[in-house]
């Protein structure tokens, strides 16, 4: 996964925290551990990349449409199936963390939805 491609899947993720207006602990220490794991190389410091990234999640979450663009713009990110696969688990793993209730499995299908077409 390309740098820009673990921003993309960070920001997912942090609008995913807020599908189901409840931001777990689980949920956010999760998303951090992904990214120290996952080989991050930031081009800017990786707290303040999460600090803005939680908070361009917070102003997203505002209304459905502004979800579904930003959605829609990082999603843009992942053009090729491993990628996708890739970005899928990790979306997968954050929220099943503290249960999925049916905001969090809409969040989800929404994501896929979202996705480039591959081939």
Do not use: N
């Given at each position: 996964?390309?740098?820009?491609?673990?921003?993309?899947?960070?920001?997912?993720?942090?609008?995913?925290?807020?599908?189901?207006?409840?931001?777990?602990?689980?949920?956010?220490?999760?998303?951090?551990?992904?990214?120290?794991?996952?080989?991050w190389?930031?081009?800017?410091?990786?707290?303040?990349?999460?600090?803005?990234?939680?908070?361009?999640?917070?102003?997203?979450?505002d209304?459905?449409?502004?979800?579904?663009?930003?959605?829609?713009?990082?999603?843009?990110?992942?053009?090729?199936?491993?990628a996708q696969?890739?970005?899928?688990?990790?979306?997968?793993?954050?929220?099943?963390?503290?249960?999925?209730?049916?905001?969090?499995?809409?969040?989800?299908?929404?994501?896929?939805?979202?996705?480039?077409?591959?081939?």
């Amino acid at each position: 996964m390309t740098q820009t491609q673990r921003e993309a899947l960070f920001d997912i993720l942090a609008l995913a925290i807020h599908a189901d207006a409840l931001v777990s602990l689980t949920e956010e220490d999760l998303i951090q551990q992904g990214f120290v794991q996952r080989g991050w190389k930031p081009v800017r410091a990786r707290a303040a990349f999460i600090e803005a990234s939680l908070e361009r999640a917070r102003e997203a979450a505002d209304s459905d449409d502004a979800m579904m663009d930003y959605l829609a713009e990082r999603a843009a990110e992942f053009a090729g199936a491993a990628a996708q696969k890739e970005a899928c688990a990790a979306i997968r793993t954050v929220l099943e963390a503290d249960g999925t209730p049916a905001e969090e499995q809409e969040f989800f299908h929404l994501f896929i939805q979202a996705l480039p077409r591959v081939g």
